[in-house]
């Protein structure tokens, strides 16, 4: 089976920096993904890391320790519209590239 | 270009009816995906394809059915809704191999009465 863990709620002051954690188990990993999801809306794709290390886009940086199973998500400069819920999703399979979602950590960014 | 469209945008059924969701994509995606989504959770995968004329399941597949004839659509079926079909429906759709890259649609609001 798989699982992943990411905390159920991250809060935060404009400007500051928040990270958000995720942990799994699973078998077959190939890399950790990261989407965004505002109320009501879709889901859109953040970053993908398949191999250790940091990945970097902008205000938002993500990364892997596949020995430690473990990654974060990490928002620098966060905004009021950076407020939403965050997945980390893991890919099992090399060529049909399912994903295995987390529960979602949602991120509130005070003024 | 459109990107993903799902239709209806929302819907409500009474228990025992059926329904058709239809998802259509213009990126020219080998990949298409159904998903749903339930307050507190994240999303979980009904059925998926990756080509037209193929699905396969996915991890929550009971009660539903799918369908590609055409590699721009992918249809989902209700054949006969359960109040635990209530959830919001997310189509996605990737390029081979690209899996971890997945193109949303807006959703469809599901009500089972």
């Known amino acids: 089976g798989q699982s992943l863990e990411q905390p159920s709620e991250v809060t935060a002051v404009e400007g500051a920096i928040v990270q958000i954690n995720c942990t799994y188990q699973t078998s077959g990993f190939y890399g950790l993904s990261w989407y965004q999801q505002h109320d009501g809306g879709a889901p859109t794709f953040l970053s993908y890391?398949?191999?250790?290390g940091l990945e970097e886009t902008g205000r938002f940086s993500s990364f892997l320790s596949r020995s430690d199973s473990y990654g974060y998500l990490l928002l620098q400069e966060l905004q009021m519209k950076d407020s939403a819920s965050y997945f980390c999703?893991?890919?099992?399979?090399?060529?049909?590239?399912?994903?295995?979602f987390g529960r979602g950590t949602q991120l509130t960014v005070w003024p | 270009n459109a990107g993903v469209t799902q239709t209806p945008k929302f819907r409500v059924l009474k228990t025992g009816q059926s329904m058709t969701l239809l998802c259509a994509q213009d990126m020219n995606h080998e990949y298409m995906y159904w998903y749903r989504q339930d307050p507190g959770m994240g999303l979980r995968l009904i059925h998926y394809s990756v080509g037209e004329g193929t699905t396969a399941k996915g991890e929550v597949p009971d009660g539903y059915n799918v369908s590609r004839l055409k590699k721009q659509n992918f249809l989902l079926g209700l054949e006969s809704a359960a109040p635990s079909q209530t959830s919001v429906y997310f189509c996605?759709?990737?390029?081979?191999?690209?899996?971890?890259?997945?193109?949303f649609g807006p959703g469809t609001r599901l009500l089972v009465l």
């Open positions: 999703a893991v890919r099992r399979g090399s060529t049909l590239g399912r994903l295995y």
């Open positions: 890391n398949a191999l250790d």
């Open positions: 996605a759709s990737s390029y081979p191999g690209r899996g971890e890259t997945q193109y």
